[in-house]
């Protein structure tokens, strides 16, 4: 079979993005038409930026959703002759296979479309996930930091500062090796880390219904045993339904993108939160005599909700960036993983001769983050206007 | 403004203390230091053989004394063979027996050997640090101006044409880490069979098969044009988006204060403005932004010279890591760690001097 043209690679990639498209579509036409009613979210629909960063976060997540129907080939099996083979190359013998690579093959004969598309879903299971559990330790910190102040505030201070005083990629070499996944040291690290978004919750809350011990008691205990659940099944790989399960691998990448992240947003809470305190409704609920933990977290913290919310976009792109750097030096996942870093790490010794492999994954990842810099840019905006 | 300093360079030194610990503890760990005996004494050693590897190099000492020795405050390991000849950690660093000291640990200026580089960690770093130098030098000498100039540009007319256009292109930057820039500008300009090379060529406009070159070992001793520009680019383009984005923020603060409308109504040009009144006080911000990046630039000089296999300080902290090379990777770590506190401490103190509204009392 002859190879397909430009405009025939792109008719086909079209072709198998129909779920996306019809997912778009009907995203957006639900949110224009009901803009006025739905708060930020709404307002976004009014910045030409803001929408088109929307898109484009809205476009991947839809491919990592729908990767199943969307991918040609399986991201893992090799078609003989089709090594290195340029985008649109046909399969010499298709059988029942898809009959073309439409991105080309890699140099281990992969098809680059269907991998390029299951990397979308391995990122997209991690970035949002590293970055809220970060948002929750940060906030879990820097509110009471800021709050209290003090030695409290001192010291929670010094530890941020001593982990942001490390460069990043030193971090990752050391904190993401074989010999370290072997040592107590990731699954401590994720108890602690982890142990917070359940207390987080819990004392949210606790802080809001402890007036109403029925309802209180049924709220935590529901947190509480969903809380425990998870953690049984994410730190020690342990869940008996078999739900929450996260390889050693992912473990110790998680914990150390989560690692990076937090103290950053610690800062950040901690100065919102030193900005806020000294607003008039912070003393009106002080002299109401609400608990410390109730100011902090239904006084403060909805109050500090734009600057956070547009931090959050930006984090899962910074997020997405540090998942890139782990995979391109190799650290962290399997040879085989289809993710973008570990993709472009293993087209680069080729780079000159063939690049599609590389580049597919590169700008990939590329528009992700851009898009969510977009989106953020645009919720800023809006949010600002108020 | 002397009690501050000191009060910083106090924290500076408990800071490094506590990195420095944490470094040696994760390079230490039992399974590092196994991975270790492997790679320099045969990959096919069996338990007791890696044990005996550690006993007689001074790995078996617990890892708190070990930390000593190498700071220098303990005295190093020594031992006697058999044959009457003396090994020790000071014997090994210093040559003979008599030449060593009792100490011999980064206080006594003895920063230990590396596996990897089978040399002195001392003259190891030294050399690629020089040549990281210059890469940095380039680097800054290409971001810094052009952030400013972009983040000015766009700052200057808020809301008009050329603000929005610049923006977006610092969001594109900033979103395009070195990874996947390199990758673009080398399947880009450094290619013989695809981008803009082989159409260059066909055209005559060069000489080469290739624009630029996409591995910058040669400018180890030759820095050109071709060899040098695309790991430049590549760690500057990432940096300068966030630059110009500080850099316009500020600017267009600036741009609404009372004092620039009097200049205006005073009939001062536009471009005078910009120039004499604006410009001083929008670059306040941008400076210490620019301080603070310098060790994120780091980040992108490691990836960058792993990359273009340029052989200096990144790449070699990538060699230590991967070869776990432990004296080479915590000197590595020192003198990262002191980048970051030594630029935290200039953006502080220059801030200070820039900004006449702040005293420290």
């Known amino acids: 079979m002859e190879p397909l043209s430009w405009f025939e690679i792109l008719a086909r990639i079209a072709q198998q993005l129909l779920p996306v498209w019809v997912a778009l579509v009907l995203t957006y036409a639900l949110s224009i038409r009901f803009k006025r009613r739905l708060g930020l979210y709404g307002k976004l629909f009014d910045s030409t930026v803001g929408m088109i960063g929307f898109g484009i976060v809205m476009f991947w997540l839809f491919v990592a959703l729908f990767a199943n129907f969307i991918v040609t080939h399986d991201s893992l099996s090799q078609v003989s002759g089709m090594r290195n083979a340029v985008p649109g190359s046909a399969l010499r013998d298709p059988r029942d296979l898809y009959p073309y690579y439409l991105l080309g093959g890699d140099s281990l004969a992969r098809d680059v479309f269907s991998r390029m598309v299951m990397g979308a879903r391995e990122v997209l299971r991690i970035a949002p996930f590293a970055a809220m559990i970060s948002f929750m330790i940060g906030i879990t910190l820097g509110l009471p930091a800021g709050y209290f102040g003090g030695k409290l505030d001192t010291g929670l201070t010094f530890l941020a500062n001593l982990v942001l005083a490390f460069p990043v990629i030193l971090l990752f070499f050391l904190l993401v090796a074989p010999e370290i996944q072997e040592t107590p040291i990731p699954r401590v690290m994720a108890g602690i880390l982890f142990l917070v978004p359940i207390l987080f919750v819990t004392v949210l809350l606790n802080a809001r219904f402890f007036t109403q011990p029925a309802k209180r008691n049924l709220y935590v205990g529901i947190v509480l045993a969903v809380g425990a659940w998870a953690y049984v099944g994410l730190v020690f790989n342990a869940d008996p339904v078999g739900l929450w399960s996260m390889s050693p691998n992912l473990l110790n990448v998680f914990v150390a993108v989560v690692f990076v992240n937090a103290p950053t947003v610690f800062r950040i809470v901690r100065g919102i939160t030193l900005d806020i305190k000294t607003r008039d409704y912070v003393a009106a609920a002080q002299t109401r005599g609400e608990g410390p933990w109730y100011i902090m977290l239904w006084e403060i913290l909805p109050n500090a909700r734009g600057p956070l919310i547009v931090d959050f976009c930006l984090r899962i792109g910074y997020t997405t960036i540090l998942l890139g750097t782990l995979g391109f030096f190799g650290l962290g996942v399997s040879p085989e993983s289809p993710d973008w870093g570990s993709t472009i790490n293993a087209g680069r010794r080729l780079l000159t001769v063939y690049p599609h492999p590389a580049l597919v994954p590169a700008l990939s990842l590329m528009s992700l983050v851009l898009g969510l810099n977009l989106l953020a840019d645009g919720l800023r905006e809006e949010s600002l206007r108020d | 403004m002397l009690l501050f300093l000191f009060r910083r360079i106090g924290l500076m030194l408990v800071t490094a203390l506590c990195l420095t610990i944490i470094v040696f503890a994760l390079t230490n760990m039992p399974a590092k230091l196994e991975t270790l005996a492997k790679t320099q004494a045969g990959s096919r050693m069996t338990d007791a053989e890696v044990d005996r590897w550690l006993e007689r190099n001074g790995y078996a000492s617990p ?270 770590s020192v003198v990262a760690v002191v980048v970051v506190l030594v630029t935290q401490l200039i953006s502080d103190v220059g801030y200070v001097y820039l900004n006449p509204r702040i005293r420290i009392s």
Not at chain 2, 66 to 82: A, C, I, S
Not at chain 2, 222 to 248: E, H, K, Q
Not at chain 2, 261 to 270: C, D, H, M, Q
């Open chain 2, 63 to 332: 890892m708190l004394v070990r930390y000593g020795e190498w700071l220098g405050v303990l005295p190093g390991w020594v031992r006697t063979e058999d044959n009457g000849t003396v090994t020790g950690r000071c014997v090994a660093l210093r040559g003979t027996a008599e030449a060593a000291g009792e100490r011999c640990g980064i206080l006594q200026g003895d920063w230990g050997f590396s596996t990897r580089f089978r040399a002195g960690v001392a003259e190891v770093l030294t050399a690629r640090l020089g040549a990281t130098g210059l890469l940095m030098l380039w680097v800054l000498a290409v971001m810094v101006p052009m952030a400013l100039i972009v983040g000015i540009l766009a700052g200057m007319r808020e809301g008009s044409r050329t603000d929005r256009a610049l923006s977006t292109f610092a969001i594109a930057s900033t979103a395009t880490p070195e990874y996947v820039s390199g990758v673009l500008l080398i399947a880009l300009l450094a290619s013989s069979t695809v981008g803009l090379s082989p159409l260059l060529v066909s055209w005559g406009w060069i000489d080469g098969p290739v624009l630029f070159q996409g591995n910058a070992r040669s400018a180890l001793d030759d820095i050109t044009f071709s060899n040098f520009t695309l790991p430049v680019l590549t760690i500057a383009l990432y940096g300068m988006g966030y630059v110009a984005r500080i850099t316009r923020a500020s600017m267009t603060e600036v741009m609404t204060q009372q004092y620039i409308r009097t200049a205006r109504l005073k009939g001062v040009s536009f471009g005078k403005i910009v120039v004499r009144h604006a410009l001083r006080n929008a670059l306040i911000a941008p400076f210490t932004v620019i301080m603070l990046q310098i060790p994120w630039l780091l980040n992108g000089v490691v990836i960058s010279e792993v990359l273009f296999s340029y052989p200096g300080f990144g790449w070699t902290l990538y060699e230590a890591a991967i070869n776990n090379d432990i004296e080479l990777l915590l000197a590595s």
